[in-house]
């Protein structure tokens, strides 16, 4: 049996090059075998096997057991390809002269520009993404249908953000209108809010309430103060009902009632604060919450 020696095989003679299928040696004996489309004499590799058993994809020269290069590519590193649809979960990269950064994604991966995308509009989103490009940082990914937005972020130092955490702090310099004995601070009016913070839009001007937008613990904190010597009772109530402890200011003077409670809510659970008196005029109020966990 005769041995047949060649450096170059191709399969196929078609008139345009990249239709034809070449393997090969390196020209300089290297241990390595080459996959590529072209002819026997103009080809580019784009599958490389070592003689160590190292394979690159897109590279000629594989550094682990599998590489594949990073670049500013809308096509993904890897992909697990849906059965159904284009809801697949992939790594994908960006890098140029700043650095690299990496997602891994279902249903969202970065585009040649290195902003996220959706790739089926018809499903939710959820990645991570490994920053090591613009700040040093892990993001997280998540959205309903067609929207991919970075809703926590562990940074360069350790701090974690969670911008879109439900969060309210409403204060009103005087007069906060009242219904009977519920306590709220509107846009207009003798109890204008000053200054304000609600995250989500989830606490209502117009009634006083917080309703949570998902089950979970959350913070809550009231504080008033008086120039009447009345005694004043400070509590909060979930769905109507008082809940938690309360407090009472009694003074001669300017009087400062304050309350705070830890409360288990469930998704569309109320919470609003009231006084178990009314009529009098409270002054620098301040009501405020946000979701623990």
Known sequence: MSNLKTKRVQIGDHSTATNNFVMHQSDTPDGKVHISNGTLDSHT?????????????????????????????????????????????????????????TMLGQNVKLNSGGNNTVSDAAHKTAGIQFDARNHGALTFVTGAANTATENMQISSAGHVTTPNQPTFSIFGDTNPNYTSDVIYIGHTGSGAAAFDTNIGNHF???????????????????RATTADTQSHFIDFYKNGARVGGHTLSYGNSYITATNTAVLTLASGDYIEARRRATGYSLYSVNFSGFLIG
């Open 45 to 101: 590799s784009k599958v490389t096997l070592a003689h160590d058993g190292k394979l690159g994809i897109g590279t000629t020269s594989p550094g682990a057991l599998l590489s594949i290069p990073a670049g500013g590519s809308s096509t993904p590193r890897f992909a697990i390809e849906s059965a159904t649809d284009n809801n697949d979960f992939t790594i994908t990269q960006y890098e140029d002269g700043n650095g690299t950064y």
């Open 204 to 222: 209502s001007y117009t009634n006083g309430k917080f309703t949570a937008p998902v089950a979970g613990s959350y913070f809550f904190s009231f």
